[in-house]
């Protein structure tokens, strides 16, 4: 036998409230932590340092470095693209995607992080149909 529904049902209410509550609460502790995550990531690669192209003076990231190869591999795995800020996403990738480019046009040699971030700047520009990237990376 269930003690719990032998209960007032003043009682039941109030322990559903309680749980419903909670539970509803943590669901939106944890939804505001991870939007504020991919923020902090975007914030992150935006100050990540830049430099000028040595093919047409666009600001782009250093390729090679792997703070650059870290983050965008995190933004990579965290992007759903329902984001309200996706063209800060498809900004930052279309840089990433022009450093690639002028890294290919200057040195062209192959280092893991270089391959990494071609890696993922193809793969987010297929799954979301970016071809402005995909002519760059061509």
């Not at 923020?39 to 792997?66: A, E, Q």
């Not at 996706?86 to 990738?93: N, P, S, V």
Request: hydrophobic share 40%.
């Amino acid at each position: 036998m269930n003690l719990f529904y032998s209960l007032p049902n003043d009682i039941q209410n109030h322990v559903y409230f309680f749980v419903y509550s909670s539970y509803t609460n943590s669901i939106i502790n944890a939804w505001r932590s991870y939007f504020f995550y991919k923020r902090f990531i975007i914030h992150s690669i935006d100050y990540l340092p830049k430099f000028f192209s040595f093919i047409d003076n666009d600001l782009i990231f250093y390729v090679l470095h792997k703070k650059t190869s870290f983050l965008f591999k995190k933004l990579f795995h965290i992007t759903s693209g329902n984001e309200s800020y996706i063209y800060d996403i498809r900004r930052l990738f279309y840089i990433l995607a022009v450093s690639i480019d002028d890294y290919e046009w200057t040195n062209g040699n192959d280092d893991h992080c270089y391959s990494y971030n071609k890696y993922h700047c193809i793969s987010i520009a297929l799954k979301y149909n970016w071809n402005n990237i995909l002519e760059i990376l061509d």
